[in-house]
C-alpha cells in the first residue's frame, strides 16, 4: 500500500525545517564568531534555503515512487509558502520586493524539483 499524499509532503516538509533551524543555528554562531558582514549574512540564508529545499526534494522523492520531481517542486513550493506565511504574520506585511519573492520562490521550487530528481 503506498503512502498518502499528505505523509509524503509533512515528513519533507518537517524534515526541511529542522535542517533550518540547524542551518540557521550555525549561521548565528558564524555571525557571532567570525563578524559576518549583511551581504554575508543574506547569502548563508539564501544557501539555507536552497540546501533545505533540496533535501526536502530527496525527501519527499524517495517516499513516492510516481514523478519524484512534482514532489521535489510541491515540497519547495509548499517550504516557501509557509516561509512567507509565517513571514506575514509576525511582521504583518510582505516586506520585499516583488522580484526578490519570485527569487526566493525560484530557488526553493527549483531545488526542490531537482532534489526530487535524483531522488
Not at 524534515?15 to 551581504?39: D, K, M, N, W
Not at 509548499?78 to 525560484?106: D, V, W
Amino acid at each position: 500500500m503506498g503512502k498518502s499524499s499528505y505523509r509524503i509532503l509533512i515528513r519533507a516538509l518537517f524534515t526541511s525545517y529542522i535542517l533550518t533551524a540547524l542551518f540557521l543555528v550555525l549561521l548565528a554562531f558564524g555571525l557571532y564568531r567570525f563578524h559576518l558582514t549583511e551581504p554575508q549574512v543574506e547569502i548563508g540564508i539564501n544557501v539555507i534555503y536552497v540546501l533545505s529545499c533540496f533535501i526536502s526534494g530527496i525527501v519527499a522523492g524517495k517516499l513516492s515512487r510516481f514523478k519524484r520531481f512534482l514532489w521535489g517542486f510541491a515540497a519547495g513550493a509548499c517550504y516557501f509558502l509557509i516561509l512567507l506565511g509565517t513571514s506575514f504574520l509576525i511582521k504583518k506585511q510582505i516586506g520585499t520586493s516583488p522580484r526578490e519573492l519570485i527569487l526566493i520562490f525560484a530557488m526553493c521550487a527549483g531545488s526542490g524539483t531537482i532534489g526530487g530528481m535524483i531522488s
